[in-house]
């Protein structure tokens, strides 16, 4: 005779499967054979019964379902839609007793059931005895001492039907100035609440705003990148004297940023004669327009300077009706984004193009921040 094993776990849920009263339970269970293995991607056999009272009680109902394992020897079955060998699963009356659900399974397919399991069902079935309030008859007795105490307690089938068929005008004096000074304290708080509420400021590319030209923005419009209104140098080199690498490698959208502070720090580390250099001439730019200062400005990374150049009309057109400069025509501009130890990118803002340069070459810079 072959080893009983009790399932080693099964979870009993209560599913829905129509939008009215549930006639099926969903049910799963591991499935294990004698060697304790697990029975994956295999059809097993099924039976199901439903005992009334205890776990040796009778079966009120009884059904065979032959449902496949998954890869974790998971089966998932509905209870009420298999096979039936006997009972009504839609007739078991959940309220009058206690009742547990029994398994018993063949790893094979067939019905020579070698694995059995039976667990108690607590409080799931309550939802298929729901299906009860559909025939609640009788009055209703109101126990509620806020409500028997209130005048809504007074108020009849013949009051209801008055307020009904009301008609006409109502006449009279009716004293609403509460609810008028009421309407007055909302509309006064509303006031404030819109005063208090922050001001959001959308941004296009080309306005002059930020501290100079806005040359993108992100998908809300509240941030992005903005280019000064002209270069800050004509030609200037990009290190500081000495050669090393920087690891300053970031070339997306606001990239630059930490390129900026990378190689002012490397550059610092392994050798800086003194002399200025591009990175150091736009962490040490500060920009006043009106009544503040920007000074957060950093050497483009290749990504932002390509993105200058391919709105440089824009930003041009901007730029000169705010007492700024165009960009050069032909000679290259420096990037943050490091090639190697001795090299690093420009571009060539006649055609777009962009290449690796020698560091002691002078480029024009123009320098951009964040916002």
Known sequence: MKKVITLLAAVLLSAIIWA?????????????????????NTQVGMQISILESSIYGASVYVETQTPTTNANGLVSIEIGGGIVVNGSFSTIDWSNDTYFIKTETDPTGGNNYSITGVSQLLSVPYALHAKTAEAVTGGITETDPVYSSSEAANITATDITNLGNLS?????????????TNEQAIQDTASQIRADMPTVTSYSVGDFAQGGIVFWVDETGQHGLVAAKEDQSTGVRWYAGSYGKTQAKGDGPFAGEANTSIIIAVQAAIGDDGGTYAARICNELQIT??????????????????LMYQNKATIDATAGVNGGSSFAIGPYYWCSSEWDVDGAWIQNFYNGSQTMTMKYYTARVRAVRAF
Do not use: C, F, H
């Open 289 to 306: 327009v009106g009544d503040k200062t920007y000074g957060d400005w950093y050497l483009p990374s290749k990504e932002e300077l390509n």
């Open 168 to 180: 006409g005008t109502n006449t009279g004096d009716q004293d609403i100035s509460g609810i008028a």
């Open 20 to 40: 009215q009263t549930p006639e099926k339970m969903s049910y799963q269970a591991v499935v294990r054979n004698s060697e304790n293995n697990l029975v994956i």
